[in-house]
């Protein structure tokens, strides 16, 4: 099964900052990785998928890059609204599907 | 637009059984598969199984499969999720997701908060 580590598990940033969060791989996942978003008390929502495809009508200041076993999601300008917790989920050879612990980013 | 709506939150004593429903709408149900993922403070977010909408076909994660149940009414455009044997750690909130393209989840249930208590 592949396993996803992704860092940091929190940070603290302010509005207008750039931030990026990473996500490794157990092995090659071809770029099979999505990237969301989720608030308290709501479902996660799909930011990126295909590793570097925004999905419609997100923002453009969000951002993902990586190939191999190592992605990254770029937040360029943070927001008010962009505090919230992130994490990747793996597609590649499925199942078993598999997530990242999340990234929890909070308000400096 | 795609939309799942899930049941209402349930409680639950230990070894009794859930079933949980996620009902579709906004797009053709038999063309795509539902996913089952869990959500706990401790373990983050768990892959439980997923389900084809068109013949009902199901995969299970090994942690799983000898207690989960999916299946699909294509009648109403619903998946359910049946958990048997509940222990006090599979309190949690559940989600269905319709998967897309080659298996990213979008969009998912709100979700359903499962508490098993004595």
């Known amino acids: 099964d592949i396993q996803m580590t992704q860092s940091p598990s929190s940070l603290s940033a302010s509005v207008g900052d750039r931030v990026t969060i990473t996500c490794r791989a157990s092995q090659d996942i071809r770029s099979s990785l999505a990237w969301f978003q989720q608030k308290p008390g709501r479902a996660p929502n799909l930011l990126l998928y295909?590793?570097?495809r925004l999905e419609s009508g997100v923002p453009s200041r969000f951002s993902g890059s990586g190939s191999g076993t190592d992605y990254t999601l770029t937040i360029s300008s943070l927001q008010p609204e962009d505090f919230a917790t992130y994490f990747c989920q793996q597609y590649f050879n499925v199942p078993p599907y598999s997530f990242g612990q999340g990234t929890r980013l909070e308000i400096k | 637009q795609a939309q799942l709506v899930q049941s209402g939150p349930e409680v639950k004593k230990p070894g009794a059984s859930v079933k949980v429903s996620c009902k579709a709408s906004g797009y053709m149900f038999t063309t795509y598969g539902v996913t089952w993922v869990r959500q706990t403070p401790g373990h983050g977010l768990e892959w439980m199984a997923r389900i084809s909408g068109y013949n009902g076909n199901a995969n299970y994660a090994q942690n799983f499969q000898d207690r989960v149940i999916l299946t699909i009414d294509t009648s109403t455009s619903t998946a359910y999720m049946e958990l048997r044997g509940l222990r006090l750690d599979d309190t949690a909130v559940y989600y269905c997701?319709?998967?897309?393209?080659?298996?990213?989840?979008?969009?998912w249930g709100q979700g359903t908060l499962v508490t098993v208590s004595s």
């Open positions: 295909a590793a570097t």
């Open positions: 997701a319709r998967i897309q393209g080659s298996g990213w989840f979008a969009p």
